[in-house]
T-cell receptor
């Protein structure tokens, strides 16, 4: 069935370093890949997304890359800051549905 | 523009009871999806509604049901509550279910505790 695997489950970096989170999806029909950030006790917030007709997308310190052949996509955060500390979720869906399949989440800790 | 609003924010119920949760989407959004979030299972898809029709349903028992009204507001119902139903229930809305319109924005959730 549909599945999204996310690694690592926890990630600790020093402030200013880069962080990379990787996800692999199983459904070859998937064509939309959002990333959400969830701070403790708060709602998931969309931080960046990518569609299958694009290989890479950047928004300031955040970038996402997609490899459709290998069925994996990654989130890259550069120049990390303490406020980047949160749980990050990747997700995948096919274009004809609002059904998002989520990865298990990555707890990112940025140490000052 | 107001975000996705979920009510109530917190609920405490006992086993065997039923519960109804409400979700008001962002103005102009016509799609609503529901997710269950637990520490063990993460975020799991429950249902998707568009134009008052359920378009997708996740792998949850029939005790979980939902509906959408003509103003796009949605409700979900859980009957015969079990301890394992304790979770954060999140609602997300989007302009529509397809293509560029299917960007989902989440509400703050309803925290359900079943005792």
């Amino acid at each position: 069935g549909e599945n999204v695997e996310q690694h690592p489950s926890t990630l600790s970096v020093q402030e200013g370093d880069s962080a990379v989170i990787k996800c692999t999806y199983s459904d070859s029909a998937s064509n939309y890949f959002p990333w959400y950030k969830q701070e403790l006790g708060k709602r998931p917030q969309l931080i960046i997304d990518i569609r299958s007709n694009v290989g890479e997308k950047k928004d300031q310190r955040i970038a996402v890359t997609l490899n459709k052949t290998a069925k994996h996509f990654s989130l890259h955060i550069t120049e990390t800051q303490p406020e980047d500390s949160a749980v990050y979720f990747c997700a995948a869906s096919s274009g004809n549905t609002g059904k998002l399949i989520f990865g298990q989440g990555t707890t990112l800790q940025v140490k000052p | 523009k107001a975000g996705v609003t979920q009510t109530p924010r917190y609920l405490i119920k006992t086993r065997g009871q039923q519960v109804t949760l409400s979700c008001s989407p962002i103005s102009g959004h016509r799609s609503v999806s529901w997710y269950q979030q637990t520490p063990g299972q993460g975020l799991q898809f429950l249902f998707e509604y568009f134009s008052e029709t359920q378009r997708n349903k996740g792998n949850f028992p029939g005790r979980f049901s939902g509906r959408q009204f003509s103003n796009s507001r949605s409700e979900m119902n859980v009957s015969t509550l079990e301890l394992g139903d304790s979770a954060l229930y999140l609602c997300a809305s989007s302009l529509g279910p397809r293509g560029p319109k299917n960007i989902q924005y989440f509400g703050a959730g309803t925290r359900l505790s079943v005792l």
